[in-house]
């Protein structure tokens, strides 16, 4: 078994909130965040094996096995 670890990020819109991975373009979605959580570590499962039936998943491998991750706000302005 391949052991990844990889960045959530979690926001609400309207009445719900999102959840994102980042490294993968993965999202879901929950009614709490702990449900946006859960639901996003299990589309990244699938995400992954499905990746790794298709022969890919190597080609992921630098995103997700890089030992430091950093996230951010950056705030821009739009005309």
């Known amino acids: 078994m391949k052991r ?5 990020v979690i926001w609400k819109e309207g009445k719900r ?6 490294e993968l ?3 879901s ?3 709490t965040p702990e449900k ?9 499962i699938l995400y992954l094996e499905n ?3 298709l022969g890919i998943l190597s080609d ?7 030992p430091v991750h950093f ?4 705030d821009v302005a739009v005309a």
């Open 29 to 31: 979605y929950g009614s």
């Open 71 to 74: 996230t951010s706000n950056l």
């Open 51 to 53: 990746a790794e039936q």
């Open 17 to 22: 909130f999102v959840s994102k991975c980042p």
């Open 36 to 44: 946006a959580r859960s639901a996003l570590e299990e589309a990244v």
């Open 60 to 66: 992921l491998t630098p995103a997700l096995s890089s």
């Open 25 to 27: 373009g993965v999202a």
């Open 4 to 8: 990844f670890r990889v960045t959530v």
